[in-house]
């Protein structure tokens, strides 16, 4: 049997390991180990990297659609506030999981962790 790739694992919220135990134990947190091979997944930690990548992302679909609708239809303000806030929360919300999921299998497969530096002093 062929392990999934890491990332397709994580963007769908499965284990990068093995593809098949639930990365996340709830919304946004991190399932202490797989459920399916028993990797240890509480020292993985994706820091702020999902919600850059999802404010990027949702900013830019937002920002250029509304700028579009108001070159192309100028629509009173209050339908531009009704059409796009609600779409920016739908946006952010809908890809923070799956952003999440990827960063921390991108961390699994680049076998990636803490820096580690020399004590003070000491020579390699």
């Not at 694992?9 to 028993?38: D, I, Q, T």
């Not at 820091?47 to 949702?58: E, T, Y």
């Given at each position: ?108 497969a680049n076998q990636a962790s803490e820096a580690r530096h020399p004590a003070p002093g000491a020579d390699d």
């Open positions: 049997m062929t392990r999934p790739h890491p990332l397709v694992s994580g963007a769908a919220g499965r284990c990068p390991n093995c593809g098949e135990g639930p990365l996340f134990a709830g919304f946004l947190k991190v399932a202490p180990r797989c459920e399916a091979c028993g990797y240890d997944l509480a020292k993985a930690d994706s820091g702020d990297g999902p919600a850059v990548f999802v404010i990027l992302i949702a900013g830019f679909v937002v920002a250029f659609s509304a700028l579009f609708v108001e070159l192309r239809f100028t629509p009173p303000i209050w339908l531009h506030l009704l059409l796009w806030l609600p779409l920016t929360v739908i946006v952010s919300v809908g890809l923070l999981r799956p952003m999440k999921g990827l960063m921390l299998a991108a961390q699994f």
